[in-house]
């Protein structure tokens, strides 16, 4: 009896002691999981859109304003999902490909984007998304490729 109860106590501590890290090797040193922000903050940040660089907005009311002017002749696929994912600190396209006019972009992460951003914030966001890579030239529809959740649903979308 004695012998097993310190067995099993081993066998305890050396899987505890097996488990694996929470670190993640990430190539890009700057980029934080938005699972990761939320879980440690478990706080949504009221300003979650700059319009530092942003080239459009849209209001409460999802009216569209042009910020500011592009030239699209030097515009690339790259150059605007770098805006989109410098302007939305939470929501992160990973990756496109395009097919004829329309741009499929894919948003792995999309809890923000449909649980925590609320109706009104996730349609602000697939807004401001589609009139930016739609500016693209020969871009008229944006195929979002996301898990579905309460507040915003995949799918084609245009101006």
Same mark, same amino acid.
């Given at each position: 009896?004695?012998?097993?109860?310190?067995?099993?106590?081993?066998?305890?501590?050396?899987?505890?002691?097996?488990?694996?890290?929470?670190?993640?090797?990430?190539?890009?040193?700057?980029?934080?999981?938005?699972?990761?922000?939320?879980?440690?903050?478990?706080?949504?940040?009221?300003?979650?859109?700059?319009? !530092?660089?942003?080239?459009? =907005?849209? $209001? *409460?009311? &999802?009216?569209?304003?042009?910020?500011? +002017? #592009?030239?699209?002749?030097?515009?690339?696929?790259?150059?605007?999902?770098?805006?989109?994912?410098?302007?939305?600190?939470?929501?992160?396209? !990973?990756?496109?490909?395009? =097919?004829? $006019? *329309?741009? &499929?972009?894919?948003?792995?992460?999309? +809890? #923000?984007?449909?649980?925590?951003?609320?109706?009104?914030?996730?349609?602000?966001?697939?807004?401001?998304?589609?009139?930016?890579?739609?500016?693209?030239?020969?871009?008229?529809?944006?195929?979002?490729? &996301?898990?579905?959740?309460?507040?915003?649903?995949?799918?084609?979308?245009?101006?």
């Amino acid at each position: 009896m004695k012998y097993s109860l310190l067995s099993f106590f081993y066998i305890c501590a050396l899987c505890s002691s097996c488990g694996s890290s929470n670190t993640k090797q990430l190539h890009n040193e700057n980029y934080h999981d938005p699972r990761d922000t939320f879980i440690h903050k478990n706080v949504f940040p009221i300003d979650s859109f700059q319009k !530092s660089t942003a080239i459009w =907005s849209a $209001d *409460t009311n &999802f009216k569209m304003t042009r910020l500011r +002017n #592009v030239n699209s002749d030097t515009l690339t696929p790259e150059k605007l999902i770098s805006i989109l994912n410098l302007d939305w600190n939470y929501v992160r396209i !990973s990756s496109y490909r395009i =097919s004829h $006019d *329309t741009i &499929f972009v894919a948003i792995p992460f999309s +809890n #923000v984007l449909t649980q925590q951003m609320g109706t009104t914030g996730a349609i602000q966001y697939l807004s401001v998304a589609t009139f930016t890579l739609t500016e693209l030239p020969g871009i008229k529809y944006v195929h979002f490729n &996301f898990e579905e959740g309460d507040h915003a649903s995949p799918g084609t979308y245009s101006r």
